[in-house]
T-cell receptor, first 111, second 117 residues
Framework: AQSVTQLDSQVPVFEEAPVELRCNYS??????LFWYVQYPNQGLQLLLK??????LVKSINGFEAEFNKSQTSFHLRKPSVHISDTAEYFC?????????FGTGTRLKVLA | DVKVTQSSRYLVKRTGEKVFLECVQD?????MFWYRQDPGLGLRLIYF???????EKGDIPEGYSVSREKKERFSLILESASTNQTSMYLC????????????????FGPGTRLTVT
């Protein structure tokens, strides 16, 4: 069985500071890993994904995540956050056909 | 751009009513999904469909049913709404034919916030 753990339910951070949102997963088979973002009053949208190849993946708006197989982690990082990054972030793991989403981390960027 | 639309953003229903939530996608995707989103619980899969008239139970199907008569439309039905079904309902779709869909991005609608009183 697969599972995803996002330990931090809320992360407050000041604007222009770095942030890391943690995601750990468990699976007995190879997985695909995703980060989705949900802005207020919207559905989820894909931020970045790891399918294979380079373990470091990046989004167009400055986020990056590194797949670490030995630590079964896929943490999301950004070196300098903006007010507009305030949103809820969901980590997801997928096997052959089914997604499992984490419980989400609410990122609050403070001025 | 893929567009997934849901029939209502907000819905208020009474206990015992039959409720229909409609979802339409415009990109000829094979797979469609219904999730409910609750604070602290994340997204939980209710049902999914990998082809017209085909459906599979997700993790929390009790109290729900679905219908997919056309490829672009996936309906979630609450046969007799109860207060514990008050939630945000999200529809999603993805492209690939089963079982390769695991690697696919899922495209989400804006959600329907259902309140059952």
């Amino acid at each position: 069985a697969q599972s995803v753990t996002q330990l931090d339910s809320q992360v407050p951070v000041f604007e222009e500071a770095p942030v890391e949102l943690r995601c750990n997963y468990s699976s007995s088979v190879s997985v695909y890993l995703f980060w989705y973002v949900q802005y207020p009053n919207q559905g989820l949208q894909l931020l970045l994904k790891y399918l294979s190849g380079s373990t470091l993946v990046k989004s167009i708006n400055g986020f990056e995540a590194e797949f670490n197989k030995s630590q079964t982690s896929f943490h999301l990082r950004k070196p300098s956050v903006h007010i507009s990054d305030t949103a809820e972030y969901f980590c997801a793991v997928s096997g052959t056909y089914k997604y499992i989403f984490g419980t989400g981390t609410r990122l609050k960027v403070l001025a | 751009d893929v567009k997934v639309t849901q029939s209502s953003r907000y819905l208020v229903k009474r206990t015992g009513e039959k409720v229909f939530l409609e979802c339409v996608q415009d990109m000829d995707h094979e797979n469609m999904f219904w999730y409910r989103q609750d604070p602290g619980l994340g997204l939980r899969l209710i049902y999914f469909s990998y082809d017209v008239k085909m459906k599979e139970k997700g993790d929390i199907p009790e109290g729900y049913s679905v219908s997919r008569e056309k490829k672009e439309r996936f309906s979630l039905i609450l046969e007799s709404a109860s207060t514990n079904q008050t939630s945000m309902y999200l529809c999603a779709s993805s492209l690939s034919e089963w079982p390769g869909q695991g690697a696919d991005e899922q495209y989400f609608g804006p959600g329907t916030r259902l309140t059952v009183t």
